[in-house]
Structures are given as structure tokens and as C-alpha cells.
């Protein structure tokens, strides 16, 4: 079965730190992995997604993820926080050929000034 | 363009009653996700259909939750009835289909207080 862990539900940087988001998935065949951001009071909004063709993969607002098959994992990455990420970041991860997308427990992410 | 519409965006309700969520996903979407998020479980497939069928419904908690998919730009969610367990953020979410990686794209969700 699919699933992924979120390594902290709580992470706390500073305004113009990196942002390092952990996630790491476990599948039984190549996944689609993704990453997912809720503001307050809305629904989720994809960040950026990995489709087995570039492990380096570049999503909206400047955040980035690397996947490494080696290490089942799919980290978030931002090099300089800004005020307007702090969020609640959720990783998922769905099986090729299967519609079932399953979510992390996801990290609030709060951005100090 | 128009994204996923759900209503009612807030509902507070007595246990016992039943309540209804609607979701109208975007056009042109083949498969349809109900969630459900609470701070203790965090997001939960609840269902899921794609052209209108019903495909897994493991995660529905019991059978006083039920879903339906009448046609291709309308779904309703069910809960009768109603107990205070059930009070969470209902999210509805289409995705253009099994040919596709599986993007969400979610509602705003759907508030439910039972008291």
C-alpha cells in the first residue's frame, strides 16, 4: 500500500531562511508524488508534482523538490522564505494506474519575521 | 474559469439531523474525491468516482454516510444521521482522469459543526 510520512508537523524558520520540508514515501511501484499547500480557511492547492520525468522538479512560488528513489524521498525545498509561505505543506503520493491519491499527516510551516 | 464549487461552505446542526454537502467539480473532470479533514486524522479519502461511478468507498466511516454521483457536474455527500464525531472540513476534489498523473484540485470545503 502507498503512503508517506511527513517528518515534523511544526516547522519554524526565519524570513529569507531556507525552507527544508521533509517527506518520504513508500510504494510498490514508481509514484507520482506531490506536494500540496493550504492556506487558512481554503481548500488545498497543488505546489508541484513529480511524473517520473526530472527528478529535480520546480513548482509555483519558488519551491522545489528532488526525488530520490535511493532514499524514498521527496523534500521541499524553498532557499529563501517569505512571510506569505507560512501554510500547512502536504506531501501525497499516488500509484501509477491507480485514481487513490493519499496524503501526509502535512507541517505547518511559520515564517518569523 | 470556474474551479470546485462546494456548499454549503458552513453548516452547524444538531446530532440526529442529516445533512447534505454538494460539490460541483470543474468541467470536463472525470473523477470525483470526497475528503474529510479533522486535526486528529488529518485528510481521509472518503470516496472517490470516476465517470460517475462509485469506485472505492472504503473510507466512508459507516453507513450513515453516503455518496452519489447523479451526473457529471453534480455530487452530494450524506450523513444521516448526524453525531458530533462528524463535525470536520468536508473537501470535494476532481481530477481530469485515469490517463492523467492525478492533480486535485480541491473546493474550498465544506465546514460541518454537529452539536
Known amino acids: 500500500a502507498q503512503s508517506v510520512t511527513q517528518l515534523g508537523s511544526h516547522v519554524s524558520v526565519s524570513e529569507g531562511a531556507l525552507v527544508l520540508l521533509r517527506c518520504n514515501y513508500s510504494?510498490?511501484?514508481?509514484?507520482?508524488l506531490f506536494w500540496y499547500v493550504q492556506y487558512p480557511n481554503q481548500g488545498l492547492q497543488l505546489l508541484l508534482k513529480y511524473t517520473s520525468a526530472a527528478t529535480l522538479v520546480k513548482g509555483i512560488n519558488g519551491f522545489e523538490a528532488e526525488f530520490k528513489k535511493s532514499e524514498t524521498s521527496f523534500h521541499l525545498t524553498k532557499p529563501s522564505a517569505h512571510m506569505s509561505d507560512a501554510a500547512e505543506y502536504f506531501c501525497a503520493v499516488r500509484e501509477g494506474g491507480y485514481q487513490k491519491v493519499t496524503f501526509g499527516t502535512g507541517t505547518k510551516l511559520q515564517v518569523i519575521p | 474559469d470556474a474551479g470546485v464549487i462546494q456548499s454549503p461552505r458552513h453548516e452547524v446542526t444538531e446530532m440526529g439531523q442529516e445533512v447534505t454537502l454538494r460539490c460541483k467539480p470543474i468541467s470536463g473532470h472525470n473523477s470525483l474525491f470526497w475528503y474529510r479533514q479533522t486535526m486528529m486524522r488529518g485528510l481521509e479519502l472518503l470516496i472517490y468516482f470516476n465517470n460517475n461511478v462509485p469506485i472505492d468507498d472504503s473510507g466512508m466511516p459507516e453507513d450513515r454516510f453516503s455518496a452519489k454521483m447523479p451526473n457529471a457536474s453534480f455530487s452530494t455527500l450524506k450523513i444521516q444521521p448526524s453525531e458530533p464525531r462528524d463535525s470536520a472540513v468536508y473537501f470535494c476534489a476532481s481530477s481530469p482522469g485515469t490517463e492523467n498523473t492525478g492533480e486535485l484540485f480541491f473546493g474550498e470545503g465544506s465546514r460541518l459543526t454537529v452539536l
Open positions: 510504494s510498490s511501484v514508481p509514484p507520482y
